[in-house]
């Protein structure tokens, strides 16, 4: 039994000594299904994840001004590439781990239609919209509007959030009836979870391709290496389906 336990303490010991910790940066749309990763990631790897959720705009800027992010996952497929051209993330690295999707959503069960005619018809105070400054789903929401004609009428009914998720808050607290949010905060089982929702056919905005990058404080990071071939595997690419992200 004493021979047995010291091996299996020299087996703890040769895998805490291999254990590494990475610092991620993640898009706020992308907050439920991370979470759910890394727990299978930590579990699998024995490598530890610090996770910060927000917006990539925001990301960005952090940074561009030496915030200790060692991986990316951003809300586009701009940022990662403006982060390697400036030298702030490792070339080669980075590619497309989720297509996102828009919704139009509500928190009352007969306010939006399954075509999305409640923006041309009204009957709503606010809008719920992420910052299209710094959040991919806020200027995809723009489109949107634009393209349906109601962006002039709509502007003054527009209550902004500083990210995608505080956007959903607004809607799911009554502060605004209706708002543009990812489509994966509010899927369950397939399909929207509750009150109702339109979900944006793909030609009303541009594609929301998600990249994720290994940043420059990331380089020699193993765990940040192990994280990004994990977001390939099949345990994460499930996840990632059943949050209602298309794959690319």
Do not use: C
């Amino acid at each position: 039994m004493k021979r047995l336990s010291t091996l299996i303490l020299s087996l703890l010991a040769v895998a805490t000594a291999h254990a590494d910790e990475v610092q991620v940066a993640v898009a706020a749309n992308f907050t439920g299904p991370m979470q759910v990763i890394s727990t299978l990631f930590e579990r699998d790897t024995g490598h530890k994840t610090n996770l910060s959720f927000g917006s990539t705009g925001k990301f960005y800027a952090q940074i561009a001004n030496g915030a200790p992010f060692q991986v990316l996952l951003g809300a586009d497929d701009e940022t990662p590439a403006k982060l390697v051209k400036e030298g702030n993330a490792v070339a080669g690295t980075a590619f497309t781990y989720a297509i996102g999707k828009l919704v139009l959503w509500s928190a009352d069960p007969k306010l939006v239609d399954a075509k999305g005619e409640v923006l041309k018809k009204g009957g709503f105070k606010h809008l719920a919209l992420a910052n299209p400054k710094t959040a991919p789903y806020g200027a995809a929401g723009l489109q949107v509007m634009s393209k349906l004609s109601v962006a002039e009428s709509i502007k003054p009914l527009i209550v902004q959030g500083e990210n995608i998720s505080q956007t959903q808050q607004f809607v799911a607290t009554g502060a605004a009836e209706l708002g543009f949010v990812a489509y994966s905060q509010v899927i369950k089982n397939g399909t929207i979870g509750s009150g109702s929702g339109w979900v944006v056919p793909g030609n009303l905005y541009d594609p929301i391709r998600q990249d994720v990058v290994i940043l420059a404080k990331g380089k020699d990071k193993p765990a940040a290496v192990a994280l990004m071939n994990y977001l390939k595997g099949p345990k994460a690419l499930e996840v990632i389906k059943s949050f209602g992200y298309e794959l690319r």
